[in-house]
């Protein structure tokens, strides 16, 4: 059970505001369908909003005001309108109330939400004094005190204290705006500040990318962290294009261009480290969206040991890529963290005695002592004409982003076959079924059978948060169904550590297949992906399905995101 959602019902029983029998229905359901006690004690009726916002204060130890006491009134000489926008204050329910040198008081509605807290506190540079008030309360106040100070608003309007108070100063449709103009309002430092918070904050809260996209009345700001969309508090929907013109000035695409879609890229240095960044710009009906990719190359593990394998899997993984020669495939859906775990089998064998080539597209992380090469099909420069021109190149391993053709697929095959180790990936849901997906784009079983040595497939799952995950015993019906034995299992709660996401990070479950003398009898026989899958578990691997299950037994990770992850692979 929870500690924070028990010691808050703990609060409203010792208030007299609701009873046991009562706490203890509320957690049945938030245990069945999730959700917030606070959020399902009202939907029940069981307590009055100002009932647990003043619990709440009291658990978080954070002061409640209201609009009765005269609590709820922001100073009204300190231009706080200025420093936290209205648009702010009303999508976020938060009210600046007044402010101590460094230190600014506000009511929040959700002093639970810490990336609030935080976002609110880089934008105004003040650390965030919080106080909690109720939500009706809190946009009663917005309107009182925002729509007194409207009139000052042109008093100030050069005075731009944040990002969110850049406001546009042309009367004109932003299509309208001169390319210089563009420019020099991308150039504007609310801009600039704003376009490095929100590449800084993305880094910071480990995202793998940033969506900024336009709407008809609003624009959409969202991270993606551990392989899930967070939708981030927005800038102002006239901001949208200072911004995208900005990053493309930094990404040195055609500002002009706004018909067609675009890809570039830049550097960014963040606390002494370079951080890679890749640029897609895609236009739409109400403006350009953009997706920046980050790629933190300095702090990216590429180590097979901290992939997330088990020890019987790791240690099969290690004795293929060791082979002299071979055909070594990682296979799964895209997002899956197939090209790190090829990244990380090539650091763990780069030695100066080797020679190593790889072919990719695109090249997301450039490795010293490997020679990398992005392929141009433009100008002729395929995965299979790079290969082509490898073997002339004196190779010892090659690398291949991807197999999608039958060219492709025979020249790794004649290499492996010619005594080099190849190494790729497929886009198939399991290990076996590599080796019949090769077959169906044509490549001979009796030239597969020598070459192929090693199949992984693998997913990527979301790691339980280790400050805050809690322990639960399963139903009758889980421990049958899964086969979880009697443990108890762990499923995500949330804290400050992990943004009260309940996870922190992500791991590998893996289905490694080493294919012995017996497959390779089977490929030659031309049997179907199941029996292959049969023949291999009788063999001793352990599926995706069961790696996943073991991740869950294990405490690594919840029942919820193996059964995900692994969908339609049992």
């Known amino acids: ?91 976020n329910l938060i009210l600046p109330l007044s402010k101590n040198m460094n230190s600014l008081t506000c009511a929040i509605a959700d002093p639970l939400d810490i990336i609030l807290i935080d976002n609110l506190r880089k934008m105004t540079n003040c650390e965030i004094n919080p106080v909690v008030a109720t939500k009706p309360e809190v946009l009663k106040a917005i309107d009182d005190f925002y729509g007194k100070r409207d009139i000052l608003k042109a008093a100030v309007k050069d005075s731009y204290k944040t990002v969110d108070d850049f406001e546009p100063t042309l009367e004109v449709e932003a299509e309208e705006l001169s390319i210089d103009r563009l420019i020099a309002r991308a150039e504007e430092a609310p801009v600039v500040k704003l376009v490095d918070l929100i590449i800084k904050q993305a880094i910071d809260e480990r995202a793998s990318d940033i969506h900024i996209e336009p709407f008809k009345e609003k624009m959409s700001l969202r991270y993606r962290i551990d392989g899930v969309l967070h939708e981030i508090p927005p800038p102002a929907k006239h901001l949208h294009l ?180 190849v190494l790729s990936t497929l886009h198939t849901n399991d290990a076996p079924s590599a080796i019949t997906r090769l077959i169906d784009l044509g490549v001979e079983p009796y030239l597969l059978m020598p070459s192929i040595v090693l199949i992984v497939a693998q997913r990527l799952v979301r790691r339980l948060c280790s400050e805050c995950k809690e322990a639960f015993e399963p139903s009758p019906e889980e421990r049958e169904r899964f086969n979880l034995g009697q443990d108890l299992i762990y499923r995500a709660k949330g804290c400050d550590k992990c943004n009260h996401i309940g996870y922190r990070g992500r791991t590998c479950i893996g289905e490694v297949l080493f294919v012995d003398d017996e497959i390779r009898s089977h490929i030659v026989a031309n049997v179907n992906a ?18 996943g299950l073991k991740k869950v037994q294990d405490g690594t990770t919840s029942l919820e995101e193996a059964l995900s992850a692994t969908i339609g692979v049992e």
């Open 1 to 91: 059970m929870a500690r924070a959602y028990l010691k808050l019902g703990e609060i409203l029983i010792k208030e007299g505001i609701i009873t046991q029998g009562q706490l203890d229905e509320v957690i049945k359901i938030q245990a069945k369908e999730g959700g917030r006690l606070g959020e399902i004690l009202l939907k029940l009726g069981f307590a009055t909003e100002e009932d647990v916002v003043i619990a709440l204060g009291k658990q978080l130890n954070i002061p409640y005001v209201s609009m009765g006491a005269g609590l709820l009134k922001p100073s009204a000489d300190q231009n706080l309108d200025i420093l936290v926008s209205k648009e702010f204050a009303i999508k």
């Open 530 to 547: 199941q029996q292959l899958k049969k023949i291999a578990c009788a063999h001793g691997m352990a599926t995706l399905y069961e790696s």
């Open 242 to 421: 200072p911004i995208i013109s900005r990053i493309k000035i930094l990404a040195k695409l055609d500002i002009a261009e706004k018909r067609l879609p675009q890809d570039g890229g830049l550097t960014v240095k963040i606390e002494g480290r370079n951080i890679d960044l890749r640029i897609s710009v895609m236009p739409t009906i109400y403006g350009e969206k953009i997706v920046m990719r980050i790629l933190d190359k300095e702090g990216m593990t590429l180590d097979l040991a901290h992939m997330g394998f088990y020890s019987q899997q790791l240690e099969g993984f290690r004795k293929a890529i060791r082979m002299p020669y071979g055909l070594i495939f990682m296979t799964g859906p895209t997002g899956s963290g197939k090209s790190t775990s090829l990244y990380a089998a090539l650091n763990e064998i780069k030695t100066p005695t080797k020679n190593i080539v790889t072919v990719e597209d695109p090249v997301e992380y450039h490795m010293e002592g490997i020679n990398q090469v992005q392929v141009k099909p433009e100008i002729g420069l395929t995965f299979a004409s790079a290969l082509r021109f490898f073997l002339r190149q004196d190779p010892d391993i090659m690398m291949v982003g991807e197999v999608r053709d039958l060219e492709t697929a025979q020249i790794c095959v004649r290499s492996a076959l010619t005594g080099h180790l």
